[in-house]
C-alpha cells in the first residue's frame, strides 16, 4: 500500500492529536490492561501506520510493565519523529524502548507478528481495502494477539448551527471515502463493521466503543481545517458542488475560526480478544 501524503501531513497529525487523545476509549484499555500478560519481559507493541507516534505516546504510560515499541510507516521523516517522542516509562516506571520499521504494512504476515503482545492502530483502517484488511485480521489471528484499532471513522458528521448542504457534503465525502485509487476500493466508513467481521470470522471476538470528535470552541483550528479538508474531497469527488458550496464554505469557515462551529465526527473503536 502506498498513500500519497500532503506535504504539511505532520502538522495535521499535531493538530489532531488532542482531538483524537480526548476521544480514544479508555474502557477499552482498561479491558486491554486485564488480559495483557504480566511478566519480565517487555511487552512488544506492533504500531501500525504510526505517524508522529500519537497512538504510543497516549498508549505506553497507560499500560504497565517494560514494553518495546515497534512502530511502522511508509515515511521515515514520520518514523524519526515517532521515536523521538515516544516516552521512555510505563505506567509503573518500567522502561519503554522503540524501534521503527519502514515498509507496506499490508504485507505484514503471523511470522512476523509473532513475538507480539498487541497490534495497535490510529485512524488506519479506512484506508485499507477489504483484501488488506483481511490479511492483516487473519495475521493478528494467527499470531494470536489482541489488536486495538482506534479512531476509525463512521461517515458520520453533525455540524451546528446545521445547514441544508450538510447532508450532501457528508454523502459526498463518504462516497470519497470509498473511492477507488490505483486499483485499491477503499474501505473508508464500512471498515469497523468490515473489521469486526473478519475477526468473527477468525472466532476472534470484539468491543466495539464510540471515539467522536467534539470540536467546539477550544478547538476552533482544528474544527476550520477539518471542515476545509472534508469539504475539498467532497468536491473532488462532486466537482458540480464547487459551485453550489461557494458561499457555504465562505460561511462555514466564518463560523469555525470564530469558534461558532460545532462540529461531532463519527469515530468507533475497536479491541479484539481471544477469551
Do not use: K
Not at 87 to 111: C, M
Not at 228 to 257: C, I, M, N, S
Amino acid at each position: 500500500m502506498s498513500i500519497d501524503l500532503p506535504p504539511d501531513f505532520a502538522q495535521w497529525l499535531a493538530l489532531r492529536e488532542p482531538a483524537d487523545v480526548a476521544a480514544r476509549s479508555t474502557e477499552l484499555v482498561d479491558t486491554l490492561r486485564a488480559a495483557l500478560p504480566a511478566h519480565a519481559a517487555p511487552l512488544v507493541i506492533h504500531d501500525l501506520g504510526a505517524g508522529t507516534g500519537s497512538l504510543g505516546r497516549w498508549l505506553a504510560p497507560l499500560l504497565p510493565g517494560a514494553q518495546h515499541w515497534i512502530l511502522y510507516d511508509q515515511d521515515p521523516d514520520l518514523l524519526a519523529r515517532a521515536c523521538a517522542g515516544m516516552p521512555a516509562t510505563a505506567a509503573d516506571g518500567a522502561p519503554v524502548t522503540v524501534e521503527t520499521r519502514q515498509g507496506d504494512l499490508t504485507r505484514l504476515t503471523a511470522a512476523e507478528l509473532a513475538d507480539a503482545a498487541l497490534v495497535t492502530a490510529s485512524a488506519l483502517l479506512d484506508m485499507l481495502t477489504a483484501e488488506e484488511l483481511d490479511h492483516l485480521v487473519a495475521a493478528c489471528a494467527e499470531a494470536g494477539c489482541p489488536a486495538l484499532f482506534l479512531i476509525s471513522v463512521t461517515g458520520a458528521v453533525r455540524l451546528t448551527p446545521a445547514d441544508p448542504l450538510d447532508d450532501e457534503v457528508a454523502a459526498a465525502f463518504n462516497a470519497h471515502q470509498r473511492r477507488t485509487v490505483g486499483g485499491r476500493r477503499l474501505l473508508g466508513p464500512d471498515a469497523v463493521d468490515a473489521c469486526a467481521a473478519a475477526f468473527a470470522r477468525h472466532g476472534v471476538d470484539v468491543q466495539l466503543r464510540p471515539s467522536p470528535w467534539q470540536l467546539g470552541s477550544e478547538r476552533a483550528a482544528l474544527a476550520a481545517e477539518w471542515f476545509t479538508g472534508w469539504l475539498d474531497a467532497a468536491r473532488e469527488q462532486r466537482p458540480d458542488l464547487t459551485v453550489d458550496t461557494d458561499e457555504y464554505a465562505r460561511r462555514r469557515l466564518a463560523e469555525a475560526e470564530s469558534g461558532r462551529l460545532g462540529v461531532l465526527v463519527g469515530h468507533v473503536d475497536l479491541l479484539a480478544l481471544r477469551r
